[in-house]
């Protein structure tokens, strides 16, 4: 009586960039190397500069604000919100799955930090603070609120606040992105319990 649906990658023009640099962008190669696409470890956004997960419509404007006041006011390698909330395809087809799907709740997968994002104001339901819980006792990670320009317009926070619903983020593996592929396997390790949890 249960699905779990999968989407394995949201940005992949962001993998495809941290790992193999900016020829990878195509048409935006040029702006991407400009903005330190080449550099390890920098780069977070998509190939236009846009960081998918400040692009959701959850505190959008406060969110651009912040980014504003830290010197972030166009495409950059991390931590542009883009020029309105969905304004990237790949946040657009997110959004558009959780409208029709109708999910009971979600779970965004990152790296790195071994922590778990679990609310997002006053549309957060009660349960949710439970299951983050549940799931940090079997992962062995820490229950955490998240900060600054993590804050707002991240994927959970949408969803939460869009469906009233328990939305995560998971923190996985402890490092500097991009993570060892290495970790791979204790990872898997620690996350299989969790989401098999977080399924029932």
């Not at 193999?20 to 702006?31: C, T, V």
């Not at 909330?85 to 790949?90: A, G, L, T, V």
């Amino acid at each position: 009586g249960r699905s779990l649906i999968f989407v394995p990658q949201v940005n992949p023009d962001g993998v495809d960039i941290a790992i193999h640099g900016s020829g990878s962008a195509k048409d935006y190669a040029k702006a991407v190397r400009e903005l330190g696409g080449n550099q390890k470890g920098v780069w977070q956004a998509n190939a236009r500069g846009v960081d998918i997960n400040h692009n959701f419509n959850a505190g959008w404007e406060l969110l651009r604000q912040m980014e504003k006041q830290n010197g972030i006011n166009g495409p950059s390698p991390r931590q542009w919100c883009g020029e309105a909330p969905e304004s990237e395809p790949e946040t657009a087809a997110l959004a558009g799955l959780c409208r029709r799907a109708d999910f009971r709740h979600v779970f965004a997968l990152h790296s790195q930090g071994e922590e778990i994002y679990w609310n997002y104001g006053e549309n957060t339901p009660p349960r949710a603070r439970v299951m983050a819980e549940v799931m940090a006792a079997s992962s062995k990670y820490t229950v955490a609120e998240p900060t600054g320009l993590a804050s707002h317009g991240g994927f959970k926070d949408w969803f939460i606040q869009e469906f009233r619903r328990p939305g995560y983020t998971i923190e996985v593996g402890r490092g500097v992105n991009p993570l060892p592929i290495a970790q791979f396997p204790r990872i898997y390790r620690d996350n299989l319990p969790l989401l098999l949890l977080a399924a029932l």
